[in-house]
């Protein structure tokens, strides 16, 4: 069993800057590939950007990519995204992720374990 717990959203300007953060408790947080996602009001949930175990491959959807960065920190068990020039379409809940899988995967279906979420609001 893995705890996830999402931290660091709030509500900014569109082109200001947030940095989310989360927390990973309970079995080896080295062997999961770890992920964003979010969900924006009446949408469905989409892939946001992934990290693998070893850190070495990310992945990031067309949306965000060269805006955010996503990490990993082994000693504290903590994922990091990074959210810069964020847009009004950003503004949505947003959920970290561990999935068993050795590739990152878009998949949420594939993602075995979720935290509880985080707002994040970008005003125009």
């Known amino acids: 069993q893995v705890h996830l717990q999402e931290s660091g959203g709030g509500l900014v300007q569109a082109g200001g800057s947030l940095r989310l953060s989360c927390a990973a408790s309970g079995r080896d947080f080295s062997r999961y590939t770890m992920g964003w996602f979010r969900r924006a009001p009446g949408k469905e949930r989409e892939f946001v950007a992934g990290?693998?175990?070893?850190?070495?491959?990310?992945v990031y959807s067309d949306s965000v990519k060269g805006r955010f960065t996503i990490k990993r920190d082994y000693g504290d068990s903590t994922m990091v995204l990074q959210m810069d020039s964020l847009k009004p379409e950003d503004t949505a809940v947003y959920y970290c992720?561990?999935?068993?899988?050795?590739?990152?995967?878009?998949?949420?279906?594939?993602?075995?374990?979720w935290g509880q979420g985080t707002q994040v609001t970008a005003s125009s």
């Open positions: 992720a561990a999935s068993s899988t050795v590739l990152v995967t878009t998949e949420s279906d594939l993602y075995d374990y």
């Open positions: 990290i693998s175990w070893s850190g070495f491959s990310t």
